[in-house]
């Protein structure tokens, strides 16, 4: 089963910053926090990773709580590209490779 | 620079027959692993490459079997279909402890 519980869905409005919660209340010492999207009719994509401090980069931003069991990825100004099914996943150094997917969260932006 | 490719982008087989996929891993990648994704459900690990021996494997039987070429090119291969593996099989390379990079896919039916 997935480590991770995230909404099915949500809205987002062109150009706004839409905020992905994610909730892995068991995650471990050594676990990272990885965040991949599905656009449709596409392979997944990765978007960002991290252990425990926040991350940036070109795609989105990444932040995890000081006790680790909840994180947002935050697409800063979403596009109408940007709608996909986003998942998090968190994934052990002795798993790497292994990632699994739960349902995700499907995210719709409007114009 | 190209991707991950897979061929061929669409398979359709009978039940009971054999089929093998096929994968070619982004330039300079050494490890492949293959997923399988059902319609609407997010991609499950089916197997793992690396250095031409399967590193890891999920919960799929033994008529789910790979290979991994010197050139870090690999195959899935399925014996005996059923009609539960139509699915959209996902190829993914990458360095060791590094993130995936997915290719389209291969959407096989089986009838």
């Known amino acids: 089963d997935a480590k991770t519980t995230q909404p099915p869905s949500m809205d987002c409005a062109e150009g706004r910053a839409a905020n992905l919660p994610c909730n892995h209340s068991t995650i471990s010492g050594n676990e990272y926090v990885y965040w991949y999207r599905q656009i449709h009719s596409q392979g997944p994509q990765y978007i960002i990773h991290?252990?425990?401090n926040n991350e940036t980069n070109e795609m989105a931003s990444l932040i995890i709580t000081e006790d680790r069991k909840s994180s947002t990825l935050i697409l800063p100004h979403a596009t109408l590209r940007d709608t996909a099914v986003y998942y998090c996943i968190v994934l052990g150094t002795d798993s790497w490779g292994k990632l699994q997917f739960g349902a995700g969260t499907q995210v719709v932006v409007t114009p | 620079d190209a991707g991950v490719t897979q061929s061929p982008t669409h398979l359709i087989k009978t039940r009971g027959q054999q089929v093998t996929l096929r994968c070619s891993p982004k330039s300079g990648h050494d490890t492949v692993s293959w997923y399988q994704q059902a319609l609407g459900q997010g991609p499950q690990f089916i197997f793992q490459y690396y250095e031409e021996e399967e590193r890891q494997r999920g919960n799929f039987p033994d008529r789910f079997s790979g290979h991994q070429f010197p050139n870090y090119s690999s195959e899935l291969n399925v014996n005996a279909l059923l009609l539960g593996d139509s699915a959209l099989y996902l190829c993914?390379?990458?360095?060791?402890?590094?993130?995936?990079?997915f290719g389209n896919g291969t959407r096989l039916t089986v009838t």
């Open positions: 993914a390379s990458s360095l060791l402890n590094s993130p995936l990079h």
């Open positions: 991290g252990l425990k």
